[in-house]
């Protein structure tokens, strides 16, 4: 999801780091939950003059289950709910704001409200987001049991998550340029 702080503060604090990794660099400055940040991106570029590198690998995996969502809701539907299970010990490790109570079931949501409610908008994207390890390690009967799925379904439907890629990264890209 997009900075919630203080921007006044995150430009200054941005500017001290890139005057120390150009000082002693040179070096990139790294946004590593950068995924999303899209009002930080403009003073990323002018600040840190294309010396930065932002971790965008979370966002990748959310719009390759957007791909999921679309050719086989059903698994989707089973991975949404394995997350809400898994979400209480998996957010542990992070700082968000996401929230159970802020999400509804999936068993109760059509596939259209599936990808609204869990790929765009901000509280059901951060539980798919943090859970995503627990999805691609989680085994069944000594087999992946979410893993092998999906990655079929990427293999076969490349075109469309490749311009799900596309689409996303663009935006990224457009904001991160001087």
């Known amino acids: 999801i997009d900075f919630r702080g203080d921007m ?3 430009v200054a604090a941005l500017k001290i780091h890139a005057a120390i990794a150009s000082q002693y660099g040179p070096y990139k400055i790294s946004l590593h939950s950068g995924s999303d940040k899209f009002s930080v991106y403009p003073p990323i570029a002018e600040i840190c003059e294309s010396k930065f590198h932002v971790k965008t690998a979370g966002t990748s995996y959310l719009e390759a289950l957007r791909v999921v969502c679309r050719v086989a809701p059903d698994l989707f539907r089973d991975i949404v ?25 999936a068993e109760s949501l059509n596939p259209e409200q599936l990808e609204q409610f869990y790929l765009t908008e ?6 798919l987001h943090v859970t995503f390890g627990s999805v691609l390690t989680v085994c069944d009967g000594g087999k992946f049991k979410f893993k092998d799925d ?19 990264f663009g935006k990224h890209l457009s904001l991160l340029q001087r």
């Not at 010990?89 to 159970?100: E, F, G, W």
């Open 8 to 10: 006044d503060a995150f």
């Open 81 to 105: 709910t394995f997350c809400r299970d898994r979400f209480p010990v998996d957010r542990a490790t992070y700082h968000i704001s996401a929230s159970l109570e802020k999400t509804l079931p």
């Open 150 to 168: 999906l990655l079929s379904i990427l293999r076969s439907e490349s075109g469309m998550h490749e311009a799900f890629l596309v689409k996303h």
């Open 122 to 127: 901000d509280n059901g994207r951060q539980l």
